[in-house]
């Protein structure tokens, strides 16, 4: 998968979250937008850490300790 399909998806997954997070702030008890809420977060998870790995990190979270990528 390229680099701009990548963040693209990372996007997508990241509006979902978004959507879910206000979804819940009407419906709190709603489990199964709860369970898919935590779904697509471990997903978004998985997808910035394949992506950080092969290009570069998103958030300084991501980042490598191996001074390959320096924040100032």
């Given at each position: 998968m390229d680099r701009k399909r990548m963040l693209c998806d990372?996007?997508?997954v990241d509006f979902t979250?978004?959507?879910?997070m206000l979804f819940?702030?009407?419906h709190p008890d709603n489990t199964e937008a709860i369970d898919q809420f935590n779904y697509?977060?471990?997903?978004?998870?998985?997808?910035?850490q394949?992506?950080?790995s092969m290009y570069e990190p998103l958030t300084k979270e991501y980042a490598?300790?191996?001074n390959k990528w320096k924040w100032n």
């Open positions: 990372i996007g997508i979250l978004v959507e879910l819940l702030d009407t697509y977060a471990k997903v978004k998870t998985k997808m910035v394949e992506y950080s490598v300790t191996n």
